[in-house]
């Protein structure tokens, strides 16, 4: 076939040919693609080329092919993409809506109380039972501390504690002892002051027949003195006999001797008045101390009674001590969980409150959520919560809000921000929400959950039964 020159670009007009064509010739519009058993060398079939040459002849037994008709390739392919902008639509409105029904945050945390062990009791370290990241459970033996010097102390404190039992058994017969015996005191005081006032009026008897004695005796002296002096003419004139003289003196010098006698014996009586009184004042004086003392008498000794218990008392609380400190020198695990932080070894003295080592619990966790400000509008207490944790899988655990923060996390700060001053950019605060966990047993039979862990919660803020539950929470909160 003779050589024809084509354009570059595909648009100019060929300088027409004359050729001689032998075979089939297709005539194919322009786009489309070669008929089959075509080369593709014609100047016709080349994409984007002329169609041949007017001046061209063919074969006049050829019969023209029709034109396929074009596919519907435009129109079906607008079909889907229409639908896929559809379900977008339709999954886009689903999600928004359902995104209304719950709120989810990703900082939050698995929160648990960290439980410090530390000694009680000053003392030698003899066994140690546990390593660090040890599962321990709850009343587990961990450390062992020597008894010895726990024990001592036990024994003096029992032995003080049995001094004061019998110091309180003296002071509490004493009291019924001291009643007794004021009682005595104060019959006897009583009789003391009878006898004395008996005592006086004896004496004053005693003084009126002294003081009659004494007239009696006066009287005597005096008719023996006057018979001296009829006496004394007569013996002169030997009127009587001299003997007779002489026993009238002698009766004269005996009445007034009586009479010395009787007056010493009144001033006798008279001092026994005065010392019969006196006993008399003092027995009184001494009922009167008996009668005001002997009842304060008894409360001392009662008063004693009760300090001698109150010393068995402290004994007792001492004994109590003792055996605590003895109780003490075996360590026990206050919680289940893991041991961390182990600081204790054989053969090591502790203080009291040095740390030994930590737990980590396993059974008592909750979860520290930080929702924006912006999600708690709806969010209230015990509502139900879902919550995945990251570090198991995914694995699901079920709960509900038991307390919503008091303060932003900003504001609880070691240096909370302060606003007043300088230029303020608005940020979207958080505030700790606490949830617990509604079935933490079952759920983590396995104790895999840790503190600290990520957990991503997901709190239901709308349901059917969202005013039942609150109402309920609010009457246990009232209970």
């Known amino acids: 076939m003779p050589d024809q020159d084509q354009n570059p670009q595909g648009g ?37 080329g002329p169609p041949p040459a007017s001046g061209n002849t063919a074969d006049p037994n050829a019969k023209p092919e029709e034109k396929p008709e074009p596919p519907a390739k435009k129109t079906g392919r607008r079909l889907i993409i229409a639908a896929v902008v559809l379900l977008l639509l339709i999954g886009g409105c689903f999600w928004y809506w359902r995104s209304t029904f719950s709120e989810d945050t990703d900082d939050a945390q698995v929160d648990g109380d960290i439980y410090s062990v530390s000694s009680r009791v000053n003392g030698h370290v003899t066994h140690v039972y546990v390593e660090d990241n040890t599962q321990v459970k709850q009343g587990d033996l961990l450390v062992e501390i020597d008894p010895k010097d726990s024990q001592v102390a036990l024994e003096q404190a029992q032995a003080a504690l049995a001094n004061a039992q019998a110091q309180y058994v003296q002071a509490n017969v004493n009291v019924p002892v001291t009643s007794v015996n004021t009682r005595t005191t104060l019959q006897n005081s009583g009789t003391d002051v009878r006898s004395s006032d008996s005592s006086v009026l004896q004496a004053q008897q005693q003084a009126a027949a002294s003081a009659a004695r004494v007239d009696e005796a006066k009287a005597n002296a005096i008719k023996a003195t006057k018979d001296v002096e009829r006496y004394t003419p007569l013996v002169e004139k030997d009127v009587i006999s001299r003997q007779q003289y002489d026993a009238a003196i002698a009766s004269a010098t005996s009445a007034n001797a009586s009479v010395i006698e009787a007056e010493n014996s009144l001033v006798a009586s008279q001092s026994a008045i005065t010392q019969a009184q006196q006993r008399l004042e003092n027995a009184r004086n001494q009922a009167a101390q008996a009668a005001k003392t002997g009842p304060q008498q008894v409360e001392i000794q009662r008063a004693r009674a009760t300090a001698a218990l109150a010393s068995v008392k402290q004994a007792q609380a001492q004994v109590d001590q003792a055996l605590l400190n ?48 912006t999600q708690l509008s709806k969010m209230h207490r015990c509502e139900r919560v879902d919550m995945k944790v990251d570090a198991l899988g995914g694995r699901k655990f079920s709960g509900q809000i038991s307390q919503i923060g008091g303060a932003t996390g900003s504001k609880l700060s070691l240096f909370p921000p302060e606003n007043a001053t300088g230029n303020y950019v608005k940020v979207v605060q958080r505030i700790p929400v606490r949830i617990d966990f509604t ?41």
């Open 326 to 373: 003895l109780s003490y020198t075996r360590v026990h695990a206050p919680t289940t969980g893991i041991v961390n932080k182990k600081n204790v070894d054989i053969g090591g003295n502790l203080s009291v409150g040095q740390d030994l080592m930590s737990i980590v619990p396993l059974n008592d966790l909750w979860v520290t959520a930080n929702f924006k400000e």
């Open 439 to 479: 079935n933490l047993n079952q759920e983590n039979g396995d104790y895999a959950l840790r503190p600290g862990m990520s957990v991503t919660p997901d709190v239901a803020i709308k349901g059917a039964g969202d005013d039942k539950s609150q109402q309920n929470c609010d009457n246990q909160a009232k209970r």
């Open 12 to 48: 100019a007009q060929t300088a027409p040919q004359t050729a001689q064509i032998t075979g089939t010739v297709q005539i194919q519009p322009q786009g489309t693609a070669p008929a089959a058993g075509s080369t593709g060398n014609e100047p016709g079939a080349q994409a984007g």
